[in-house]
T-cell receptor
Framework: NAGVTQTPKFQVLKTGQSMTLQCAQDMNHEYMSWYRQDPGMGLRLIHYSVGAGITDQGEVPNGYNVSRSTTEDFPLRLLSAAPSQTSVYFC?????????????FGPGTRLTVL | SQKIEQNSEALNIQEGKTATLTCNYTNYSPAYLQWYRQDPGRGPVFLLLIRENEKEKRKERLKVTFDTTLKQSLFHITASQPADSATYLCALDSGGNTGKLIFGQGTTLQVKP
């Protein structure tokens, strides 16, 4: 199994540009999440999904959109990039159940917005 | 609001000693708590989970305690090795059986040979 994969690994955008960060998992996990990690801030939840067709906002959703058309894929869209969105983005997946299952993280996407 | 705090200062210890990391939380009653390890440039990796009705959990050289009265978890690495050098994150469930986690900012551990 490849686990959780993310593309691209690195990206530089200009302010106002749009892009999609890709995330896929091959473990048949129901739950998937997007986090951003900034220095000294830890991981902050952007959006999450408990299954195909179901998404909800996390702590810092503004400026980001998600959709979950399949169990495997959970893309994150930046509609109009801003310098404040410069960060490292992690996608994670976990099994459904008691809500206590470990999360499996992807390798991350390092995004710079100029 | 829910808040999780880990010591933001790096912890430097000598090889062979026991490292102890702290995770404190407020305004919250989590059903469980998780600890993750993160190496530079990589995603976090799950280490241990402890539930609210468990006082202690062990896995090899790792030990986690969970005191719901103090609202605190301690993470111990015994007989530490330079390979244990990394950032360690604690995470609490945010409730609602959704798998959503709230993470602390992490503590960086440096084990010197």
């Amino acid at each position: 199994n490849a686990g959780v994969t993310q593309t691209p690994k690195f990206q530089v955008l200009k302010t106002g540009q749009s892009m999609t960060l890709q995330c896929a998992q091959d473990m048949n996990h129901e739950y998937m999440s997007w986090y951003r990690q900034d220095p000294g801030m830890g991981l902050r939840l952007i959006h999450y999904s408990v299954g195909a067709g179901i998404t909800d906002q996390g702590e810092v959703p503004n400026g980001y959109n998600v959709s979950r058309s399949t169990t495997e894929d959970f893309p994150l869209r930046l509609l109009s990039a801003a310098p404040s969105q410069t960060s490292v983005y992690f996608c994670a997946s976990s099994r459904a159940g008691q809500g206590s299952n470990e999360q499996f993280f992807g390798p991350g996407t390092r995004l710079t917005v100029l | 609001s829910q808040k999780i705090e880990q010591n933001s200062e790096a912890l430097n210890i000598q090889e062979g000693k026991t490292a102890t990391l702290t995770c404190n939380y407020t305004n919250y009653s989590p059903a469980y708590l998780q600890w993750y390890r993160q190496d530079p440039g990589r995603g976090p990796v799950f280490l241990l989970l402890i539930r609210e009705n468990e006082k202690e959990k062990r896995k090899e050289r790792l030990k986690v305690t969970f005191d719901t009265t103090l609202k605190q978890s301690l993470f111990h690495i015994t007989a530490s090795q330079p390979a244990d050098s990394a950032t360690y994150l604690c995470a609490l469930d945010s409730g609602g059986n959704t798998g959503k986690l709230i993470f602390g900012q992490g503590t960086t551990l440096q084990v010197k040979p």
